[in-house]
């Protein structure tokens, strides 16, 4: 399972059990839509947990505010069956913002490939120092 990605700060123990179940599920179906040629890209609920992260650390402009609101307002509303109140509600962005908000999508992909990829190359590299060590030792005899 590829990590979930979250701004830097000390923020990520916070994350709510809801949403930590919320990702998982939403890239199965990301997968699935892959499977029909749609582009591979983060979910919904991976861009609300990062933004979630990240405006704990400071406050975002109005820009990223909208995109937050409406992006957590999706998953809210349909991980927890809540209905969001009409004062914070965002129903649609800018094109600007729904650019932006793709351009995180995708950004947050590359993150959670590029440490996939690490952890990979870390397991290998970890299976290999063991088995070199478990290996029994050769005698080198010189010529």
Do not use: F, H
Request: proline share 5%; charged share 35%.
């Amino acid at each position: 399972m590829d990590p979930i990605i979250v701004w830097p700060g000390g923020w990520e123990d916070t994350l709510p059990e809801w949403i930590k179940t919320e990702i998982p599920l939403e890239r199965l179906a990301q997968n699935m839509r892959a499977l029909k040629g749609e582009k591979m890209t983060a979910t919904d609920a991976e861009v609300c947990a990062y933004l979630y992260t990240r405006s704990l650390e400071s406050p975002m402009d109005r820009d990223w505010t909208q995109i937050y609101l409406y992006i957590a307002g999706k998953v809210v509303a349909r991980a927890q069956n809540v209905q969001i109140p009409d004062d914070i509600k965002v129903d649609s962005l800018s094109d600007d913002q729904m650019r932006d908000l793709q351009e995180l999508k995708d950004w947050i992909y590359q993150r959670r490939l590029k440490r996939r990829q690490e952890r990979r190359r870390a397991e290998k590299a970890k299976a290999r120092a063991e088995a070199e060590a478990a290996a029994p030792e050769q005698l080198k005899l010189g010529v």
